[in-house]
């Protein structure tokens, strides 16, 4: 029996020692399949899906651009890890489910040690193994086999040594209730689609993320922006401030005017101030948004986005959106789930009528393996179970019908709701569009009326408020240029994203599709 033993310590050994990579690499081949088999997404979702090792996080780069800052975000930032980490969860989900619809296999081994005080040792071991599986068409098949030895002291110390072993085969098969692959699978059928639900949300996810990191980043462009203006707002006071006092100090210009002009420069400059902070503020905000440290100096890179062309045909646009839009599309199967589920809840109003059989080969007390004369036992039979009490299934019919009007309303629901979100997409971007052409008419009207309130002012036509007044008029007007510019931008791209002409790459770069 010590064979018997050391089988079972090493068994035991190995079992301990698994690795987890043959894991990864059965979740990375699944989510590839399902990515390649589903037209909605794209094949950067295989490269972005997979969890990141854990690893020390990199330093930031002195200039952080755009680019530099979406390939970032898409390898270090927490947020999209956790969701890559969430979608592996889901695909190890759909792996046990799996398993659990496959051929399950098992096997024990086992040792029995006996003595008493009477010096009649006895010892006895046994293996056994087990398969199953649950058929296609709704039926379960098992084979099982035992083999075991028995020893036995006697007092003269004499050893006898008996062996038993069986085999059993045994398949049972619903004709009514429960028949079918729909009926007794729909446990993996659903893993499956939430499998296929978990990618698409996953592809939105990291749109969602990208777009959010462009987003913070037009916002430093835009932060940065407004701090150049109101650097150039307080060289503008602190020569205003010198001119008033040199036309004060002639007897040209009052005291007020001095007394203005220095608390001006005392405000912009306090303003600037204010910027400043709020700048950095922001900056270190980004960072840590990308899963940088938010310790470090990084300068900013790029300018506020020029105005780029908007689609023109809004009609369009609706249908493309209620062709691609992923979320949608999810929405729509979910409804093909519920008609599935309640043809199942209908299947078990039929009555239980089962078939099963059974054959059994075993021995027992033989002298050893070769002398076993294995007997052969066999049975069939049928079993009807009569649907006295069918309560419970025309119930979860009745609750199958309630989920399929909610998944269909759901649908209808979210169709009006993607029309809308295009809808206000383009309403936004009309405006926006005007506004911009809006406030960079009125930059150039604050230019001339600054430069004319500064020249009548040296001619000691104005006073400085009125210089004071058009520089702060420029001031807004420069910053809602730039506000306004970059608010456009992002609307533009959020209606890519509404309409399913988004994508993001690898790298985490945005790509925006071809319109059709």
Request: proline share 3%; charged share 25%.
């Amino acid at each position: 029996m010590k064979y018997l033993l050391s089988s079972l310590i090493a068994v035991s050994c190995l079992a301990g020692c698994r690795s987890t990579r043959p894991s990864d690499r059965a979740v990375a081949r699944e989510i590839r399949r399902y990515v390649g088999a589903d037209p909605y997404l794209s094949e950067s979702n295989v490269t972005n899906a997979m969890p990141a090792s854990l690893s020390e996080r990199p330093a930031p780069p002195p200039m952080l651009s755009l680019e530099v800052a979406l390939r970032v975000a898409a390898a270090h930032s927490r947020s999209l890890q956790e969701q890559r980490d969430q979608l592996h969860r889901s695909t190890l989900a759909l792996l046990r489910t799996r398993r659990d619809f496959g051929l399950a296999l098992a096997g024990t081994l086992s040792y029995l040690f006996r003595d008493s005080d009477e010096g009649s040792p006895s010892e006895s071991g046994a293996l056994t193994l087990s398969a199953s599986r649950i058929l296609p068409s709704g039926g379960d098949v098992s084979l099982s086999g035992r083999l075991g030895r028995n020893t036995a002291s006697s007092t003269n110390t004499v050893e006898a040594a008996a062996f038993d072993s069986s085999l059993s085969l045994r398949v049972d098969q619903p004709l009514l209730a429960g028949a079918g692959y729909g009926v007794s699978h729909e446990g993996l059928t659903q893993a499956q689609r939430s499998l296929l639900y978990a990618l698409r949300g996953f592809a939105l996810d990291r749109q969602d993320a990208a777009i959010a990191s462009l987003e913070g980043f037009y916002a430093l462009l835009l932060q940065r922006s407004v701090l150049e203006n109101t650097r150039i707002n307080v060289a503008q006071s602190s020569q205003l401030r010198a001119r008033s006092e040199a036309l004060f100090s002639v007897n040209r210009a009052p005291a007020i005017d001095v007394l203005r002009s220095q608390q001006q420069e005392l405000s912009a400059s306090n303003q600037l101030n204010r910027t400043v902070a709020d700048y950095d503020g922001q900056i270190r905000r980004y960072l840590l948004t990308l899963g940088l440290s938010v310790e470090a100096t990084v300068d900013i890179q790029g300018e506020v986005p020029d105005v780029a062309a908007m689609p023109t045909d809004e009609t369009a646009c609706i249908e493309r959106a209620l062709l691609h839009r992923l979320d949608l599309q999810t929405v729509a199967d979910q409804v093909v789930d519920a008609e599935r589920r309640l043809r199942r809840a209908r299947s078990w109003l039929l009555p239980d009528l089962n078939l099963y059989g059974a054959a059994t080969l075993s021995d027992e007390d033989a002298a050893s393996l070769g002398e076993q004369a294995l007997d052969g036992a066999y049975e069939a039979g049928i079993t009807l179970e009569l649907p006295l009490d069918k309560r419970d299934e025309r119930d979860a019919v009745k609750l199958a019908e309630l989920d399929l009007n909610a998944a269909r309303r759901t649908l209808d629901q979210k169709r009006d709701q993607v029309r809308l979100d295009v809808i206000e997409n383009f309403t936004r971007l009309r405006f926006l569009a005007g506004a911009v052409s809006i406030e960079r008419q009125n930059i150039g009207i604050a230019e001339k009326r600054a430069r004319n309130a500064m020249l009548r002012f040296r001619n000691g036509e104005l006073l400085n408020r009125d210089v004071v007044e058009a520089e702060n008029e420029l001031l807004t007007a420069r910053n809602a240029y730039a506000r306004v510019r970059v608010d456009y931008e992002v609307q533009r791209i959020r209606l890519l994203r509404n309409i399913g002409a988004l994508d993001v790459r690898a790298d985490g770069l945005l790509v925006e599709l071809a319109l059709e």
